[in-house]
């Protein structure tokens, strides 16, 4: 027969690292949209200044879920910025000049790296 003590106590050690896992994931998510951040950043047109100094990083949690999203904002207005929104897609008068999608493909495998080194060493804590 198999001995099967200190399942409670594996239990527990199961249940506090989960406990530790959602207490930091909101760092966690601000980690992983860091580098998708900084690339984006980097391949945005600076052209007119509409998108100047507008790029910003949200960090939303609800329930046991945390969400990051890297985003362009109107800063006087609080909304989302048309102009990111013209540079991304182009108009009929102007190419587009895109730098989201470009930024996520070329730093997404780094996000994943930054989102699991900072759970690996809070976890470790």
Avoid: W
Avoid at 73 to 78: I, Q, Y
């Amino acid at each position: 027969m198999a001995d099967f003590s200190g399942m409670a106590e594996l239990e527990a050690a199961i249940a506090a690292k989960i406990r530790q896992a959602q207490a930091v994931l909101p760092e966690v998510v601000k980690a992983g949209a860091a580098p998708i951040f900084q690339e984006i950043d980097k391949r945005m047109p600076r052209d007119t200044g509409a998108t100047e100094h507008a790029l910003e990083t949200i960090v939303s949690v609800s329930g046991q879920a945390a969400t990051a999203t890297v985003q362009v904002r109107d800063s006087a207005f609080g909304e989302v910025n048309e102009a990111a929104v013209f540079l991304e897609f182009g108009t009929s008068k102007m190419p587009a000049e895109p730098s989201f999608r470009p930024g996520f493909s070329a730093s997404k495998d780094a996000a994943v790296q930054a989102a699991s080194a900072t759970l690996k060493a809070a976890l470790e804590k």
